[in-house]
């Protein structure tokens, strides 16, 4: 049955992406309501809870947690603190939607799992890409076979993020920093939604001489990821690649009878023997349908699209490419089965 009132959310972590999160709420207020705002930072948890109509903004984690009027909770916070934080919220019965990477390791990932099936609370992951119509539109001609199966999936990041990541000191530091955690994740995602779900088998990777000195993760890096059915993927990740935006996502798929690719403008380019057509997608605030697919499920009790356990295997791949760069060998992700 659906909600009457709005639904109490808390925004952890009121930086770049708790703005987009809250921006999400704020534009539904028939559905959401942002009660509390927790930051380590006084000044920008004051500021953006006067900024949200926050009843709450406060450093303290458990006096956001603790109100019974916060019923769901988004998690923005650096990498590595957000397991910590979106177990608390379970704890505390809320839904939890969480940024990626939404955990560092294997058993941190199931200890979240296991948490919100105990809790009955819904744990569900921003992967943006998920929501992004240009990938939605290509997975679906893909698996309605446009192009015949895919076995070829190269995707591109191209960004240049040195001032950003400065201004975010701990985006440098953290135990998972580097674009192949920050970027890499992203698009394994996309790989998966391109080729079905295909179980990704093995991962090498492999990072270039650093042109970010401060960085302890890689600043540029390239990974190939092989997959059932003799499908492979290519994925190559930077922070240092100068753009005209920015940054520039391209990505192209390989099938039998064709080839489908992004240039990151919003335009799909369709290549078969019969020539190229390009169709245009209007552009969507990822975020903004993000969280209107999170408050939906939250009010329906459904379960989210990128619930954390269908997210496992992109997450899994992720930290097989880690381990690849630092062991210089090719890596089995962790069975996505073994759960
Ligand atoms: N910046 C991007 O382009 C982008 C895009 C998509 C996703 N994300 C993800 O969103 C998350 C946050 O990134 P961001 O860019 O918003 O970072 P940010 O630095 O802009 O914001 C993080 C905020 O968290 C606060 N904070 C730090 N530790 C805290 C703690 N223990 N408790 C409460 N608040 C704390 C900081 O003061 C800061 O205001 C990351 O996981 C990142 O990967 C970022």
New binding site residues.
Partial sequence: MRRTEPIGVAV???????ERHAAAYRVRPQLARVVAV????AA?AAARGHQWDASLAT?D?DAALSRPDVQVVSV????S??IATALAALEAGKHVII???FATSVEDADTLIRTAARVRRLAMV?E?SRFDPVYLQMADMILSDEIGAPYLVRIARDQHRHE?LRA?S??LTDAASGAMW?GGIHDIETLRMFTGGLAIQEVYATATRSNLPELEGDDTSVAVLRCEYGCVGTLSESYSAHTPSGLRVRAEVFGAHGAIATDGTGAITITTQDGERTVRVPSVDTYDAMVAHFLDCVSRGNEPATAAYGMRPGLFATLAAQTSMIFSAPIAPEPSSSF
């Fill in positions: 952890i972590g009121a930086g770049w992406a708790g927790v930051d380590t930072n920008v450093t984690l923005c916070l650096p990498n603190l957000h940024e990626q990477p921003a943006g950003m975010r701990w985006s920050n």
